[in-house]
């Protein structure tokens, strides 16, 4: 590898890389975290974040350099040497530095081995993500080799401080002492020094985001009214949260123009989405302290810590005056009774509808009691074995937990969507499940899918084992498939986690590996990525739960938002196919929905009546598609996935 000359001569000063991580990393950390590579340098993913320690980590690691409340304590300028090479980073080097000495502003420095250099300024204010991202755009409108990503993602933003290894071999090495990069860091950056890098660099700003809203941080609001007067309304039916839209404005601080000209207009739709939603003002205020909602914090970054709880109940009432105001103007005399709902309201179960009703509870009852014996065989059966084919069949156990019965008729999207799996992955191990000899099988086909009807499958558990089973304690709690969260922190870490719910006491790596049936390796490695998430504490008698919650910790990492994606695609193919069988009729939108859809442009979406979320099939097979044959249905099925889903037929013969 070819060392550039800079690196060479800064690494034989007396300043090691495991001293300029010791002095630096803890003071730049935005959020006291990092994230640390498990590819060598190339990615660095959720999972793998971990606090900051005074200690080098021995793989590739960056900082995040947006906090909680969406602001950049250190603006970070990445000089990349890939965008036109060393020279050309070295020129850029100095401009940039020559430009931050003429406005005043305090800056340090490193060099990477491949002739790469960061620039780092730290800030008295921390610069809220408009601002920082604003700028650092405008910078490199004028700076060929800057790579402005690191400032661009507010949650996954880092950057790989002084010390830390290189991907190519080798540590960022610092220019200058540590103590004086230190010294930058407790003597930062003043705000007037900033405003005057922000006016340098205003004539260059990158086009196609709309200027920051006008005002001086620490503006005086008015002062905030009775508690009573920060009102709660009622959730518009079937609404639980506001849209992906507005989460995501909430979560990335980005916002589109074509629909918000200024960041106070984004903020306000945002509060407003959450009023329509029937939240609290707190369940907002909790976004904003605890991380969740850096997006929208980073908004509110332009008061002053003390004006902020103001600033965000002003918004919340015109929010509620706004939101009851355009109620009132849809309402007519066929106005519904709206109903709040939750999350964590219960399902229907397939049984259920206008027939049955809403689905009853079956805690206690025959089918959830042989689903917990069941899933003692799935614990015996499943040791040692695919952690994914584990998932799926949790997902059944928690289906039949549902739906009150040992028959599972639910497809492979739908099994999809409760493990985080590929549709086409859940097909391949239902299908290596239902083929296991007798001695092993978990599941059996008991009718194939036919229309609009998915294959059924009922839970059997090997005769061997029953009477071991059937001894065996039940499983406590709420059966659970894969949690959102561990489509990011991995499915091991599901099973580990849940391993740590069904413990009654502190638990021991070595014995919960042996009860998973995981490796020690593996096992160590899912408690170390649970407890830097929170989700698992260890202490001297052992590993037990955290206090963090999974719900919550999902949102804030924004899988809601890919749950929701996935359910959306799954849905449109399987209502191609329900339109190509002509059996899918769909319930008018009613007044309401058409009303809140119109007059509003950012509401959330239209209620459905179907809490599984799906549109609601009023009409049966066709006579006509009844008596065809089954050859018929089968050609028109290979036609469908041919021609809609770009599948290709293979001859198997």
């Not at 250099?117 to 700028?135: D, G, K, N, Q, V």
């Amino acid at each position: 590898m070819r060392v550039h000359p800079l690196h060479a001569a800064h690494a034989s000063r007396d300043h090691s890389p495991e001293t300029a991580w010791s002095v630096l990393a803890p003071l730049m950390a935005a959020r006291g975290r990092m994230r640390v590579s498990r590819d060598g340098g190339r990615t660095y993913r959720a999972r793998d974040e971990r606090p900051v320690t005074n200690r080098l980590p021995n793989q590739p690691a960056a900082l995040l350099v947006y906090d909680s409340a969406g602001c950049a304590p250190v603006l970070c300028v990445d000089l990349d040497a890939s965008r036109g090479g060393p020279e050309a980073v070295t020129r850029d080097h100095q401009a940039l530095t020559a430009l931050l000495t003429k406005v005043g502003a305090r800056w340090f420095s490193d060099s990477s081995p491949n002739g790469g250099r960061h620039i780092y300024i730290p800030l008295t204010e921390p610069a809220p993500f408009h601002e920082a991202r604003e700028l650092t755009l405008a910078l490199a409108a004028r700076t060929p080799t800057l790579d402005p990503l690191p400032m661009l993602n507010l949650q996954a933003g880092c950057i790989r401080p002084p010390g830390a290894r290189h991907r190519t071999g080798g540590h960022q090495i610092l220019d200058g002492s540590p103590s004086a990069a230190a010294d930058a860091l407790q003597r930062p950056t003043s705000l007037a020094a900033w405003q005057r890098l922000r006016h340098e660099t205003a004539p260059v700003a990158a086009p196609g985001k709309p200027p920051a809203p006008a005002g001086a941080q620490g503006a005086a609001q008015p002062s905030p009214g009775p508690e009573v007067d920060l009102e709660r309304l009622d959730a518009l039916r079937g609404i639980t949260g506001p849209d992906s839209g507005f989460t995501q404005i909430a979560r990335t601080g980005d916002w589109p123009p074509e629909k918000y000209r200024t960041a106070s207009e984004a903020r306000q739709g945002v509060i407003w989405a959450a009023v329509a939603s029937g939240w609290s003002l707190g369940d907002v205020a909790r976004r904003l302290s605890d991380g969740t909602w850096p997006g929208l914090a980073a908004l509110y970054a332009r008061y002053s810590p003390r004006h902020r709880h103001t600033a965000l109940a002003r918004d919340w009432r015109r929010a509620v005056s706004f939101e009851k105001h355009r109620r009132e103007r849809g309402n007519d005399n066929k106005r519904q009774k709206r109903v709040r709902q939750s999350t964590t309201s219960p399902h229907q179960s397939q049984a259920g509808g206008a027939a049955g009703g809403p689905a009853r509870s079956i805690t206690g009852n025959a089918a959830n009691r042989a689903v917990r014996v069941w899933l003692a065989a799935v614990d015996m059966l499943s040791k040692n074995s695919d952690p994914a084919e584990r998932a799926v069949l949790y997902a059944l156990a928690e289906a039949a937990v549902l739906t009150g019965s040992l028959h599972v008729e639910h497809g492979n999207r739908s099994l999809a969507v409760a493990t985080g799996l590929d549709q086409s992955t859940v097909g391949r191990i239902l299908k290596r499940l239902r083929s296991e000899p007798s001695d092993r099988l978990l599941i059996d086909l008991v009718r194939d899918a036919e229309g609009v009807r998915a294959n059924t499958y009922t839970l059997v558990i090997p005769a061997l084992l029953r009477p071991a089973c059937e001894k065996k304690p039940w499983r406590r709690g709420k059966i659970h498939a894969v949690r959102p969260v561990f489509r990011e922190l991995g499915m091991v870490a599901s099973f580990v986690y849940a391993g740590l719910e069904q413990a009654r006491e502190p638990v021991g790596g070595r014995e919960l590996a042996r009860s998973l049936g995981f490796g020690h390796a593996a096992t160590y490695e899912a408690l170390a990525v649970l407890a830097a998430w929170g989700l698992a504490d260890r202490s001297n008698k052992g590993w037990s739960l955290g206090q963090a919650s999974p719900t919550q910790l999902a949102e804030r990492l924004g899988i809601d938002d890919q749950v929701a994606q996935q359910i959306s695609k799954y849905r449109a193919e399987r209502h191609a196919w329900w339109r190509y069988l002509g059996v899918l009729q769909l319930v008018p939108t009613t007044p309401e929905v058409a009303s809140v859809s119109s007059q509003e442009p950012g509401a959330p979406p239209p209620p459905n009546d179907d809490p599984a979320g799906e549109l609601v099939i009023i009409a049966e097979w066709r006579t006509a598609d009844v008596r065809r044959s089954r050859d018929e249905r089968d050609l028109h099925a290979e036609r469908l996935l041919r021609d809609l889903l770009g599948a290709q037929i293979i001859d198997s013969g």
